[in-house]
């Protein structure tokens, strides 16, 4: 059954602040529940920024902006001509009230259509889910306690403690026989389960310390109301910490590679982390899980090299294992992993999350870019080949080559002269990429770059969304054009209530978001609203035949989406979904200035 929850935005307010620890905005008042038929950015809009919502009528129309009790009207404006959802065949019309720039709590009002959701206009409209959804990764943490004073009502013992974590026969070596243990302590979870990977926390981590990268003093502004809040190292970078010295744990000494994942053979049950005891396992070194390493350990090595006085020794020795993880790859380049092969061989089979990939060009590219950019040693550069078709990837776990065009555009003023030769091609592919991304938008339903296709609407279609907006960020900061911005803000919309199903995808932030996500955690604490700031994986046009979850009603590629936690097609959360939300909210956040007319530089 799908429960279609509806809370108070006051008591969502007061759940967005608990787990944001930021606590300087004043509640709203509740409104009404909104009408199905407005579709809309549930938090609201920068006053100078663009603002719409999306009508599901075939009439067309006047439309108002009016206070929440509806007795005061301050905008009136015209809805757009009709447009048809290439995908469900819907009809959409468009109110834009982008002209209205007065802060404060409003409702849009369509005569026989209804009234929406509450919506309010402000400077730092998303700072609170930046924070919020920085957070989330907070709450994501193994090994360790989470206290009331940190964690609000969603507080909770230490579980994992990972400090004898067992060597898999898959991971054998001649210093690390099968059944001895290592300590492998920290992390995070990686999405629903339990379980911690390499490759997942690759382009998680990467996309927060990009994020750090490109706004380092915003990023230093941004805090989360963690243990580690008030130290001298930014929230962003502490919570980076928090995975990364987990990863350094799981390279072997002895030779560099890397262990594909820190697991159970079997995933845990719907119990609280502290309840769960099986036996952990660090299994088969892989070729991708080591390249991914090596990128984010060069990455990391260049910007912790800036806080050596806080961290001693700590960037010298990511560029090491960075090296190290490099050279072990060269000798292994076709150790890919394999679950189903490795399980036939060893014991105990393991059947978590598989994280396999069968082709590692890509990962090749990225770890290659960062060590280059790290080392300035061109041998990383000409390692590879870095175009191997005129193709830009959006970024997913599986496909990190655009990576390498981000960093290498993002650090061009300290490429070596062979990495300026190529400096037009690497700006290209991510204009490329960024112009196929804006193209159009104005023609589609709900005039987002999100949804063009319905391959969009894949597992975790709401990182897709984020992704996008990354790359149209880059597009912006290399070209300063003001349309590449406005498009990525239009895919916040997105995640936020502009969409099919008209549900803000970010648990406790918007009002009506995931009540029911696929999360141990908030399936388990007994709390009727989930842990907030986690993104939910959206609509998923496959997900009926994935998870097998009773209650799904349509086919309609933008409409398959469930609020249940046995829907894990659909429902579940991950971090390398949650980091890009992070990049994009956090992104919006800095640049909010620049959707002003007659500033849209960076």
Known sequence: MVHYNRISL??????????????????????????????????????????????????????????????????????????????SGKTARTADFSAF??????????????????????????????????????????????????AGQWHRPAGHPDNQVLIHPSAASASRPAGTTIASSGGWYDAGDYN???????????????????FPDFCKQLTANIPESGNRLPDLLDESLWNLRWMLTMQDPADGGVYHKLTNPKFDGMVMPDKAKPDRYVVQKSVTAALDFAAVMAQASRIFNAYNRELPGLSDSCKTAAVKAWQWAKQNPNALYDQDAMNKAFDPDVVTGTYGDRDASDEWIWAAAELYLTT?????????????????????????????????????????????????????????????????????????????????????????AANQGIALIQAYRLSGEKSYLEAALSNMDYMLGRNAVGYSFVTGFGHKTPMHPHHRPSVADGIDVPVPGLLSGGTNANAARQDKCAGYTTTIADEV???????????????????????????????????STGNTRK
Request: charged share 15%.
């Open 376 to 464: 300035k040693d061109d041998a990383y550069y000409t390692a590879v080949n870095l175009f191997p078709d005129d193709k830009t990837p959006l970024p997913s776990w599986p496909q990190v080559r655009t990576l390498a065009y981000y960093s290498l555009a993002r650090m061009q003023r300290q490429l070596t002269p062979r990495g300026q030769q190529d400096l037009p091609k690497i700006k290209a592919h991510i204009m490329q990429l960024a112009d196929q991304l804006r193209q159009d938008v104005s023609r589609q339903a709900f005039q987002t770059p999100m949804g063009k296709s319905a391959s969009d609407y894949i597992w975790g279609s709401s990182a897709v």
């Open 10 to 87: 006051l008591l969502l307010l007061s759940l967005c602040l608990t787990g944001t620890g930021r606590g300087q905005s004043a509640p709203l008042p509740a409104a009404a529940a909104g009408s199905s038929s407005i579709r809309l950015n549930q938090l609201g809009f920068y006053p100078n920024g663009p603002k719409i919502a999306i009508i599901l009528t075939d009439a067309g129309g006047p439309f108002q902006v009016t206070t929440p009790d509806g007795k005061k009207v301050l905008f009136s404006g015209t809805l757009s001509e009709a447009r048809k959802n290439s995908i």
């Open 561 to 595: 989406y469930l609020d249940a936690d046995c829907s894990y097609a659909s429902n579940e959360i991950a971090i390398n979904w949650n980091a890009p939300l992070v990049y994009l909210a956090t992104a919006l956040e800095a640049l909010q200035d620049k959707l």
């Open 196 to 214: 911690k990977y390499i490759v997942n926390s690759g382009i998680t981590v990467g996309t927060l310390l990009s994020l750090y990268e490109d």
């Open 101 to 150: 720039r007065t802060a404060g709590t409003y409702v849009i009002n369509v005569p026989g259509v209804g009234q929406s959701y509450a919506f309010t206009i402000k400077q730092n409209i998303h700072r609170d889910l930046a924070s919020g959804s920085l957070k989330g990764f907070y709450y994501q943490r193994a090994s360790t306690s989470l206290p009331e004073k940190f």
